[in-house]
């Protein structure tokens, strides 16, 4: 699973590492794309976050 925590509930899978990265990319990008045309401002904050279960 991977979340951005700048937008909320902007969540995303994969069955591997990469695809749940490229997924969450993609999901970011239309996060942001619906934003922009809803008029709203887009958080600007820069972070990464990684939390690995065992």
Known sequence: MAECP???????Q???REEAISNIREAIQGYILA??????PVPDDSFQTMLVAV
Do not use: M, T
């Not at 700048?6 to 995303?12: E, K, M």
């Open 6 to 12: 700048s937008l909320p509930a902007c969540i995303s």
């Open 14 to 16: 994969g069955s591997s």
């Open 35 to 40: 934003l922009e045309g809803d008029g709203l």
